[in-house]
């Protein structure tokens, strides 16, 4: 059996059908609670930007006004100094396999150049660095730790 919706859309016009439609969604919305104006009006930008990729045509400067992350200096020395440092420190295969933990001489290294305090604020003395920073400093640790040699030959997915 067809759907009501289905016989008026085969049996009428566009006309008629916008005249039922409209009738309906006249009695329908008498039904329905009112939405307050602010709750139709989007509160940030990002439904903005979603609304505006779903339609195919993002107006991109507009629509997403920020900048990409950057380091300040502090945060790219860090990187390049303490962090490349504790990177050449760290053996994978001796903290995963025989030791289930890091050396002293590393945990002592993580202390005393502040890899806890990175996103503390400096009047609690932290280095308040960004968590872009905290980020590629976590990301640069990880690469470091995957770059010691597997003990064994790794099996690599044919994909099928």
């Known amino acids: 059996m067809a759907a009501p919706g289905s016989l008026v859309a085969h049996q009428f016009g566009a006309a008629t059908q916008a005249i039922i ?5 006249e009695d329908l919305s008498q039904l329905l609670p009112r939405c307050r104006r602010r709750k ?19 107006r991109w400067r507009s629509s997403w006004p920020h900048r990409a992350p950057h380091l300040s200096d502090a945060e790219q020395a860090f990187l390049d100094g303490p962090c490349e440092e504790l990177c ?3 053996d994978d295969w001796d903290i995963t396999h025989r030791r289930a933990d890091l050396p002293p001489h590393v945990w002592e290294f993580l202390k005393s150049r502040g890899f806890f305090a990175m996103i503390i604020p400096k009047q609690y003395g932290g ?17 470091a730790a995957q770059r010691s040699p597997p003990p064994s030959p790794c099996p690599i997915p044919s994909g099928r």
């Open 88 to 90: 050449r420190l760290i």
């Open 127 to 143: 280095l308040a660095f960004s968590a872009y920073a905290h980020s590629c400093v976590l990301a640069k640790i990880e690469a």
């Open 40 to 58: 139709k009006r989007p509160r940030s930008g990002y439904r903005v930007v979603d609304g505006e990729l779903f339609t195919g045509a993002p």
């Open 21 to 25: 439609t409209a009738a309906f969604h």
